[in-house]
């Protein structure tokens, strides 16, 4: 299955349109407000999607749905996963890798990617860490 996420697209608006409104008082230096104004609304566009599969998992970046970054993450590759929360009631997962960037994952949808990454990690024999918060969080749903 095909886990996504999305930023949410209200805050960006709403920065861009300020900043946009703020960089219209001057007419100088049109080349950089031009470049502020795409680094703020860029985001809208990002989209991240994980997908768990028998022996690897597959993280991708996606811009304008098109791939900007891709990380394929063989059982042999994965260090361990440490489960945790984050903020008052945001389950996250860390996948530590023995090398390379190590994969954060938090606000992917479907909410059960952390129930495959655990059935995941128990099948390929991935050490498994979860913090007493998390297991807190899974109890409550």
Known sequence: MIYTKKYPKLPFFVHGFTFVFLLNISTTLVSLKIAIILIV???IFIEHQIQVEKEKINYQVLLFSK????????????????????????????????????VRIVDFNPKQIY???????????????????????????
């Open 67 to 102: 791939p900007i970054y891709n990380k394929t993450m063989v059982n042999t590759e994965i260090q361990k996963i440490i489960f945790k929360r984050v903020g008052w009631v945001t389950k996250a997962a860390i996948i530590k890798t023995k090398k390379g960037l190590n």
């Open 115 to 141: 129930f495959e990454l655990i059935s995941y990690a128990e099948e390929n024999k991935i050490a498994v860490y979860k913090k007493k918060d998390f297991n807190t969080l899974m109890k409550m749903g």
């Open 41 to 43: 609304i860029m985001p």
